[in-house]
Each structure stands twice: as structure tokens, then as C-alpha cells.
Nanobody, 119 residues
């Protein structure tokens, strides 16, 4: 079983920055891709950014140019640097990892971290 633990959420004013972190733990696993999703109240969970094991990235149009996803494969950690934050970025942010263990493929989610952007 692969567990994900997120950190770095909080309250920030519009125009400010936050950096989210997510670390995977367990044994006998390999992570292919990692991603960040977010879910605002009353809305579905949407993809924000993703990164493959070789560093290929993709972003939702709404965050391009403001957010940067990166990862440290040695630490099984993915980061989301969020700049120029807007009130509409307010949501619970979830980390996601896809890969395989010694026995089976896996897809794991973190518990979520709240990001609130005040106007």
C-alpha cells in the first residue's frame, strides 16, 4: 500500500504564493506519474497539474503560467508552487500517484490540504 501525505496549504491573500508538498511512502513501489487535483465546494474534483517520471508536465489552462509542478524522485515527493493566487484557486488540493508495487498497479490519493485565497 502506498500512502501520500500532503502539506503546505493555508490562507493567503490574492496575489500571494504557496508551495504544496506531497510525499509517498510504503515499500516495494515505483511511481510513474504524480499529479495535483483540486475540489472547490459543490464542484467536482479537477486536475490541476501532472508530472511523469521523466519530468514531462501538463497543466490546466486556468493555472498555466502561475503554477509549477516538480518532483524529487529520490524522495518520492511532488511539489506544487502556486504564484499569483486568485480567490478562484480556493479549494482542497489532493495529491495523486499512479504506479505499481511488487504485486499490482496502484492509484493513491492524499488526504487533501485546504488552500484559501482571500480577496
Amino acid at each position: 500500500q502506498v500512502q501520500l501525505v500532503e502539506s503546505g496549504g493555508g490562507l493567503v491573500q490574492a496575489g500571494g504564493s504557496l508551495r504544496l508538498s506531497c510525499t509517498a511512502s510504503g515499500s516495494g513501489f515505483t511511481i510513474n506519474s504524480m499529479a495535483w487535483y483540486r475540489q472547490a465546494p459543490g464542484k467536482q474534483r479537477d486536475s490541476v497539474a501532472a508530472i511523469t517520471s521523466i519530468g514531462t508536465t501538463s497543466y490546466a489552462d486556468s493555472v498555466k503560467g502561475r503554477f509549477t509542478i516538480s518532483r524529487d524522485n529520490a524522495k518520492n515527493t511532488v511539489y506544487l508552487q502556486m504564484n499569483s493566487l486568485k480567490p478562484e484557486d480556493t479549494a482542497v488540493y489532493y495529491c495523486n500517484a499512479v504506479g505499481y508495487t511488487d504485486y499490482a498497479p496502484f492509484r493513491s490519493w492524499g488526504q487533501g490540504t485546504q488552500v484559501t485565497v482571500s480577496s
